[in-house]
């Protein structure tokens, strides 16, 4: 028997299947278009979501030469704060999806923050007020879609983020939930109760008829009904946001223990355990997780907006380089960035300043610096970046991390790795499969079937590929800090 893991990312869709030892068997991707209506203004169409899942089912279940019938559950992730809103009868979308990188309702959101709501928005849901998230965005769409408000009133239509609607699709319109991780990135759910909360709910203007039920993150959601390519009746019972669905990979069980997902940006996520950390420090409070018979699992979390995607302006903008793979061998070319320092605020700064106004900054420039200065300086700030927020995280937790386990496709990039145990003081372990949004997807599905009976059974399969020990004293390392954070008080400069 195998399981099936639907990865629903920002520009595409991906399907695996793996076998009952967790290791994958196949994998297929597909993109699909980004809608961008105005500067600022991101969009996806729901229907072109909807085809890329089913293509990548069925190519998936053709590439691994298996029946449809041997695919034993179902596990989900997605891209989180991105949301849509359709029609309860004909399931038809009332508007495209909005991608939780659009910042079409950013004066909404400062108009709240004017109001004085941050205290009350960070004790109920861990989260700052941005729009990023997903409530401000359903508010825009009830607001400005002709007819939608009224609709919504009446009961008419049903709101979700990507998960809840490939779970009604998936089911036949049978199934409208979501889980606990999910919900905590709307902005709507009170994350000490676990529910929908009345204040945030009036706040946005919400009714709670639009709103999925919040279940855990395994167990059955729901069963597949008249798609075609899955017959019915196959078991959904994972479901997790993409970054708590990577630590959960991760088998970031305990307290204390952390993940990096280097993608187009970062995510540090920290298991802060059954315990609420409301941080000083600008990060995140979220929920990583809730299973059956247990209290809601929490986390810190912080992340930078470019990270992956400063290599990727390196090769298109100023196209240092052919190949983002090439930046490794460029930036060994030379011992250290020699004083370069680049700060990747392409779209502002992340966490822990917030700060949309920063831009990027190159300095310490000379006539001796070459373009292996610039790749080297571009991993450094990868790593010092995270490295912040991970002090962040520890001041908070008040734990120091033993280990930072990391994942995404920059973490294949062993030099890259190496700057972060140096510039952490910590062991970072880099795993045999580092596409863990979907292995904890599927991890929380066996869970969800009985393939895995506990936590313990997944880290007993969980490899290690390559740990990588610091080798910087303390005294380097606090001086490389401090030259990082000069630099970025120079983006802030407006």
């Known amino acids: 028997m195998y399981i099936m893991a639907i990865d629903q990312g920002t520009t595409g869709s991906t399907v695996s299947i793996l076998n009952q030892a967790g ?3 196949t994998k297929v991707n597909q993109e699909f278009p980004q809608i961008f209506p105005q500067p600022g203004w991101v969009e996806h169409n729901p229907e072109d979501i909807w085809k890329s899942v089913l293509s990548t089912i069925e190519k998936a279940l053709q590439k691994a030469k298996i029946s449809a019938a041997e695919i034993a559950a179902i596990g989900i992730t997605n891209q989180r704060e991105t949301v849509v809103v359709w029609d309860k ?3 038809k979308p009332v508007y495209n999806a909005i991608v939780w990188q659009c910042r079409r309702t950013q004066d909404f959101c400062e108009k709240l923050k004017k109001e004085k709501k941050q205290n009350l928005i960070r004790k109920k849901t861990g989260l700052v007020i941005d729009p990023y998230f997903s409530a401000s965005k359903i508010r825009w769409i009830l607001k400005n879609v002709s007819g939608v ?8 239509l049903l709101a979700g983020t990507m998960d809840t609607f490939l779970l009604w699709r998936l089911t036949g319109g049978a199934c409208h939930k979501t889980d606990v991780s999910n919900a905590s990135r709307t902005m709507l759910m009170n994350i000490q109760s676990g529910d929908w909360d009345a204040d945030l709910l009036k706040m946005f203007s919400v009714p709670a008829s639009l709103l999925p039920e919040i279940a855990n993150s395994s167990g059955l959601f729901g069963k597949t009904k008249g798609l075609g390519v899955l017959p019915d009746g196959i078991p959904i019972t994972g479901i997790a946001g993409d970054q708590q669905a990577a ?3 991760q088998t970031c069980f305990s307290v204390g223990e952390a993940k990096c997902t ?3 940006g970062s995510f540090l996520l920290m298991n802060s355990g059954h315990k609420m950390v409301i941080s000083k420090h600008q990060l995140l409070t979220t929920v990583a997780w809730k299973l059956p018979g247990q209290k809601m699992t929490y986390a810190l979390e912080g992340g930078a907006f470019i990270c992956g995607a400063a290599v990727q302006w390196l090769r298109d903008g100023l196209q240092l380089i052919s190949k983002s793979s090439e930046v490794e061998t460029l930036a060994q070319q030379v011992p250290s960035s020699e004083g370069v320092e680049f700060v990747p605020a392409l779209t502002g700064l992340g966490a822990p300043y917030w700060d949309s106004a920063a831009r990027g900054l190159i300095c310490g420039l000379t006539r001796g610096s070459s373009k292996a200065h610039i790749a080297r300086a571009t991993l450094e700030a990868m790593a010092l970046q995270n490295t912040e927020i991970l002090l962040a995280m520890q001041k908070d937790l008040g ?5 930072l386990r990391v994942d995404g496709g920059a973490s294949v990039n062993s030099l890259l790795m190496q700057m972060q145990a140096d510039y952490m003081g910590t062991l970072v372990i ?13 991890y929380l599905a066996g869970l969800g079937v009985g393939i895995w009976s506990s936590t313990e059974d997944i880290r007993r399969i969980w490899m290690v590929d390559q740990k990588f020990e610091s080798h910087m004293s303390s005294k380097s390392r606090a001086q490389r800090m401090q030259r990082w954070q000069k630099a970025v008080e120079r983006t802030r400069l407006t």
Do not use: C, N
């Open 23 to 25: 290791s994958p068997v």
């Open 149 to 156: 408000a009224a609709r919504a009133r009446k009961g008419d």
């Open 399 to 403: 734990k120091k991390l033993k280990s």
């Open 89 to 91: 009868s004909s399931g």
């Open 247 to 249: 630590l959960f990979g």
């Open 430 to 442: 880099r795993p045999q499969q580092i596409e863990t949004t979907s292995i904890g997807a599927a």
């Open 262 to 264: 280097y993608g187009t």
